[in-house]
């Protein structure tokens, strides 16, 4: 494989800032390229936290004029790699405390776009070597909303690099108003459905899936989920226009920070040899989350984004009837208020059944997947979805909806694929709550078989799902999108 120069643009990378999934790719993806003998630059917005993480301060390499803003470009690398990565500072834009979209009242920003426009702008000065760093990419990879208007700004450039736009969550389109375009000072030419324009609005992703040279997204099954109506998010039109070039390629896990081998975060540290180190573990669990400390009561565990793709609703009307069965669950999650009051209310009520805990919490992240039996991810939609694929490592039996990165990477306890020895988890028949308890059921049985259970929990324990394979199947489409580019 040919080495080349890849700009690797995303708006939140672990361990430097995180809301979700995509800061989990981004902190592992470019590492596994640079591994691959790649020269990747990551690029991002110096948001308040991150600059807060920093050892060191990072390196001003630039200062320049942006809209009507001062932006500096500064330099420091990924934590734990030689990844450089080049901060779009501007203190007026990115410096405030908490989340990188939303302000303390849960709602977006109100200058989003002009955030999301400048951080855009000095992504496009980058990749046309305007900003006097003597680097060049061949590659320029875009993910998600917040770089979509990146592919539309190159699209009137000659001689610019290839461009790869990945989706890792369609539902997040970045929509704004007229206005917003136009204080953007974007050229007429973008304002139309074919472009930029969308049902009278600006749209940032439709920048990345009208111009990308390839797209894709983050699971096969989702690539073809998305050209459907039921999965579109209003772009199915245009992505079935774009089928050719469009294609699906499952997340990796970064398999060090995901080791039960190897975890400090877990009270014991166990391996498939070892299982037994698990159950202290789930002591441990029901002891912090003050349930009783059954070591023989199936123990289930939700960590998740509380919104509306993650089921939440599905998990929260199967309660009464679950609460009924040999089980427990801890909750750990946060999102929309009305979802967190509910399962509050839910934990006061059945106590001996359910916790919660509401926040956000890497620790306690690790400490549930070491010491649950099994995990819930009953998505409506899931593009990835990248803790059924942790839960696997950790020996924890995912039950998952049948759709998107879920369906791909779960295979099924049927009799025969538990007697092929090639059963991970549970797969739901359909994404409702009739599927979810029966799903919940058949695992309550098969615990019951202690035997079949280990062995169950052993073959999810081998599974492979490191960057490697992955990182391959990148490289091959950027070889795609420089024979696209024009
Ligand atoms: P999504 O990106 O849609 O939220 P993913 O499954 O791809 O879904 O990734 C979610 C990531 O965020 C996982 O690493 C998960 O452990 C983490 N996560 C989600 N909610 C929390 C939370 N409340 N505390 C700690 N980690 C969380
Ligand atoms: C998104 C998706 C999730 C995916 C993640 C990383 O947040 O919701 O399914 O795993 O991006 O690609």
Redesign the pocket.
Known sequence: MIARRILFCASEVYPLI?T???A?VAGSLPRALNKAGHDVHIVMPAYQSVLKHLKRPAKVLVETGVQDYTVRISQTTLPGSRVPVLLVDCPELYDRPGNPYLDDQGQPWPDNAMRFGVFNRMILALAMNRCGLQWQPHIVHCNDWQTGLVLALLSSERKRPATVFTIH?LAYQGVFDRSAFEQLNLSDYLWHYERLEYHDQFSFIKGGLVYADRINTVSPNYAKEIQTSTFGHGMQGLLQHRADRLSGIINGIDTHTWNPGTDVLLAHKYNKQHLDDKLENKRALQKRYSLPEKQDMLLLAV???LVE?KGIDMLLAVLPDLVKRPVQLVV???GHKLFESALQAASQKYSEKLSVHI????T??HQIEGGADVFLMPSRFEP????QM?SQRYGTIPIVSPVGGLFDTVVDASAENLQAQTATGFVMQQANEQALLFAIDRAIDLYQQPEQWRSLVKIAMQQDFSWEKSATAYEQLYEQALRDNP
Do not use: M, T
Request: proline share 0%.
């Open positions: 995180k979700g999934g995509l989990d969550n960590i998740s984004r793709q750990l999650g946060s926040g956000y919490d890497e306690l992240s990835c979805g990248l803790n942790y």
